[in-house]
């Protein structure tokens, strides 16, 4: 009796063990609090973004930042949110000049003026560790610039620790764009 008891309790355990995620799914409203942040900490002006989210593909260089466990969770998030749009009244920035934020203007066209296009973050399971793809975007002959950047959560803001893939789009008409020379520095 004792040892069909202790295989009931074994399985028991076992089956309640495995369905408790030490990790939570993340939410719509954790990605889009961990979005913001990321735009205030890092005073980043999205006044207009395109209404779809990018992908990131998860790189050797992507992986290296984050844990197994990390990366199992990146893919968990990403299946989750495959269809995640960006919503209005979601996304703000900081408008410095009216010391005031002020709501994203979600573009559902993205053929126009300038804007951005964001990546779906990929987050580490901590909620310390975010890669995050901004490009601006001018829809004009100038091009636009971007990159991927690898934020950490550090004394409660998010710190730009590392950047992938940066790059600035000029156009090599001289007679439109006399003498521009663009420059990064990271």
Known sequence: MKKKTFLIFSVLNTIFLSSCKSTPDL??????????????????????ACWKFKNIKLTQDYKKQFT?????????????FKDLKIKPNKLKWYKKRQKAFEFTSVDTICDQGILYHISFPLISADRKKVIIEFQEDCNCLLGGQGG????????????????????ISQNKNSKLIPNLNLTYDN
């Open 27 to 48: 939410t719509e409203n954790e990605v889009y609090t961990i979005i913001n942040e990321i735009i205030v900490d890092d005073s980043l002006p999205i006044y207009q």
């Open 68 to 80: 197994e466990e990390d990366l199992e969770f990146i893919d968990e998030q990403n299946e989750i």
């Open 148 to 167: 991927k950047d690898l934020y950490e959560k550090k004394n409660g803001h998010w710190i730009r620790t590392k950047s992938f893939d940066q790059w």
